[in-house]
């Protein structure tokens, strides 16, 4: 790999060629193994909280590296789901404590990606669906890079000291498997680390690179439910109803406006409906009106003045149109499916960007901007932060195939396109340097 050869010849010339270079030469000769975990793994996508055989390959490694293994750990609400989380210990006497996370679930995607390694799984959902199964997110990549930083740190071991917690982490794409982790009490099991560190495949970035964002990075998500209650009736007779459909449409428009018009425009802010169903017929008019909507903030009070407005808006304008008040909207935040906002912590996100600059290069580390999607690695560094945390990009496109977006216009794959798979090769070197340099950085003697 280029890279690492540009990184070997830079660390010789720094001075610290025998604390840089193994993690070198480690990467380069677990390549060949790594990707045909990636690829077996990636044939066999399991769907979120039905990870039985990817969480038995993760535990297999955590073992063979001489950590202590707990696996099907975790606890969700829903009682029927069986929770596959793994947590690995990895002890070398007294230290620092650091957490490493990979998730491990795939999508309900049909793979279109025509690599000679692509899924064929199908299954059924959990409502009894059949639906194909594809790692359409690349979490597949993130296990492969996972191993490789067990390996690695195994063979490390006399440059580091402390405890190592290897977290393979169910459900992320459902934004409730770290939540189970903690109900099944995982600092209190455990132990609380002094960091946690994550990262994520990126479909619009070049292979061999590592980006991060500093301070916020993803944004928290709340799921909204309203039920917009009118009087149904006769559609040829609508004062002698009213109509929820004409309500609901009130309310819709009227949400924007939080947005625009009640919120400091430099504090980000998104609400989504993204489901609305009612009425059966042409000629009825309903008795209700169902929506469902996403919420997404970064600060804690902007979240909750976001919520309250969703709350004023629905009931006001019902009132508004005449519905008596026991017939007022009912809004409904699902608590239990709140993931909060991901913050990268500054300080810890400048010293490792230092640290990956020497590894890979300068021009191999960027900065980037803030999303407003959601990533429940933020449960991690706990509600009020005082975890200090990281969670890194990885490059996951051929540049070739940037250059050409750019010059025609089409746009690449995104994560959980039928499309999109990370070109394994160095995306997964580059995230097991990347996450084998932080953790050595962290936990040096
Ligand atoms: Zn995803
Ligand atoms: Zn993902």
């Not at 535990?59 to 829903?78: N, Q």
């Not at 400091?264 to 409906?273: K, W």
Request: with cysteine.
């Amino acid at each position: 790999m280029k890279v690492c050869l540009l990184s070997i010849a830079a660390s010789i010339v720094a001075g610290y060629a025998f604390a840089q270079q193994p993690i070198e030469n480690i990467s380069e000769s677990e390549l060949p193994s790594l990707l045909a975990v990636y690829k077996d793994i990636h044939s066999h996508p399991e769907l979120s909280a039905h990870e039985e055989r990817t969480s038995a390959i993760i535990a297999k490694e955590l073992r063979t590296a001489g950590c202590e293994v707990t696996k099907r750990f975790g606890k969700y609400d829903k009682p029927n789901l069986k929770c596959y989380g793994v947590i690995g210990l990895m002890k070398n006497g007294q230290g620092p404590r650091v957490l490493v996370r990979t998730d491990m679930d795939a999508l309900p995607v049909e793979e279109e990606t025509r690599l000679p390694y692509a899924s064929k799984v199908t299954t059924k959902d959990d409502e009894g669906k059949d639906v194909h199964v594809m790692h359409a997110c690349g979490h597949d990549a993130h296990m492969a890079a996972f191993i490789g930083t067990v390996r690695a740190l195994q063979r490390l071991k006399d440059q580091w000291h402390g405890t190592i917690m290897f977290v393979g982490q169910p459900a992320e794409e459902t934004g409730n498997g770290a939540r189970a982790l903690f109900k099944g009490g995982l600092y209190d099991r455990f132990g609380k680390p002094d960091f946690a560190l994550g990262y994520h495949d990126n479909p619009f970035l070049e292979t061999g690179k590592i980006a991060v964002c500093e301070g916020y990075t993803y944004a928290s998500n709340d799921s909204v439910n309203i039920t917009v209650r009118g009087v149904g009736g006769h559609s040829a007779l609508p004062h002698k109803s009213k109509d929820p459909i004409v309500l609901s449409a009130e309310i819709i428009n009227a949400l924007q406006t939080i947005a625009s018009r009640e919120n400091n425009p430099i504090d980000p802010v998104v609400v989504t409906v993204g489901s609305i169903h009612g009425g059966t017929k042409h000629n009825i008019i309903p008795d209700e009106v169902k929506m469902q909507i996403s919420v997404r903030t970064y600060k804690p009070d902007v979240r909750d003045r976001v919520l309250a407005a969703i709350d004023r808006i629905a009931k006001g304008i019902a009132t508004a149109a005449g519905i008596p008040a026991e017939r007022a909207p009912i809004v409904e935040v699902l608590r239990d499916q709140f993931v909060p906002a991901t913050y990268n912590n500054p300080d810890l996100t400048r010293r490792l960007v230092a640290v990956w600059k020497k590894e890979l290069g300068t021009d191999k580390v960027e900065k980037t901007d803030p999303v407003m999607v959601t990533e429940d690695f933020s449960e991690y560094s706990l509600p009020d932060y005082s975890i200090p945390a990281c969670d890194f990009y990885i490059g996951a496109v051929d540049p070739a195939k940037i250059a050409d977006s750019k010059k025609t216009g089409t746009p690449l794959p995104s994560a959980h396109s039928s499309k999109f798979a990370p070109v394994p090769e160095p995306t997964i070197q580059v995230g097991m340097i990347g996450m084998t340099s932080a953790v050595l950085e962290l936990m040096k003697k």
